[in-house]
């Protein structure tokens, strides 16, 4: 069956223009991850979501991030007034249910450069 | 608190050597799962393998295999036979009850034909 998938592939944009993030997770999988990969570096926790309940979104870095769900559907990452320090591939990851011990399936990432 | 630590940044390795990638993880849970992931250079993640805190038999998968120990909190992954489709970027992963991820900053592998 089709994997996670995310869109656009790239994304270049000025510095202080908003961009949007898209993120198609695996169908009938409850729980949505995304996560933010700088260069050389591991994968940085931003936001989750499952189902229904409200999302936990203690992992984005400042105001000028935010992300929607539309039910178990797909997400949007929206970062706004973009900064050269938010270049990064940004991953999604979807599972079954949000319980600790699921694997997380990941998408093959947004790469985004902010000039 | 949580915490993976991949002390190893690079390794290179000629096509056939075994090699070792360390993981080493910090929790005061109890029940937790490690993961292994590989990022090839196209860039997904992939799964590779899964494994709760009570179950500290080893595994073998294929030329793949993991080491779990709780007494030095390390879950390490082995490689047999390198190839060079085995180069990649290996992230070991630690999960706990309410749930976030906690990944290690990764094992780049580079196997030199």
């Known amino acids: 069956g089709a994997g996670v998938s995310q869109s656009p592939s790239n994304k270049v944009t000025e510095k202080g223009k908003d961009v949007e993030l898209r993120c198609d997770p695996i169908s009938g999988h409850t729980a949505l991850y995304w996560y933010r990969q700088r260069l050389g570096q591991g994968l940085e926790f931003l936001i989750y979501f499952q189902g229904n309940s409200a999302p936990d979104k203690s992992g984005l870095p400042s105001d000028r991030f935010s992300a929607e769900r539309t039910g178990e559907s797909v997400s949007t990452l929206t970062i706004q007034r973009t900064q050269q320090e938010d270049s990064a591939v940004y991953l999604c990851?979807?599972?079954?249910?949000?319980?600790?011990?699921?694997?997380?399936?990941f998408g093959p990432g947004t790469r985004l450069l902010v000039l | 608190a949580q915490k993976v630590t991949q002390a190893q940044t690079e390794i290179s390795v000629v096509e056939k050597e075994d090699v070792t990638l360390d993981c080493v993880y910090e929790?005061?849970?109890?029940?937790?799962?490690l993961f292994w992931y590989k990022q090839p250079p196209s860039g997904e993640l992939v799964f590779l393998i899964r494994?709760?805190?009570?179950?500290?038999q080893n595994e073998i998968s294929g030329r793949y295999s993991w080491n779990f120990q709780k007494s030095t909190s390390s879950f390490n992954f082995t490689i047999t036979a390198s190839q060079v489709v085995d180069s990649a970027v290996y992230f070991c992963?630690?999960?706990?009850?309410?749930?976030?991820?906690?990944f290690g900053t990764g094992t780049s592998l580079t196997v030199i034909p």
């Open positions: 990851a979807s599972s079954p249910v949000q319980e600790y011990q699921e694997t997380q399936y």
């Open positions: 992963a630690l999960s706990v009850v309410g749930n976030q991820f906690y």
């Open positions: 494994r709760n805190s009570f179950d500290e």
């Open positions: 929790t005061r849970d109890t029940t937790y799962y």
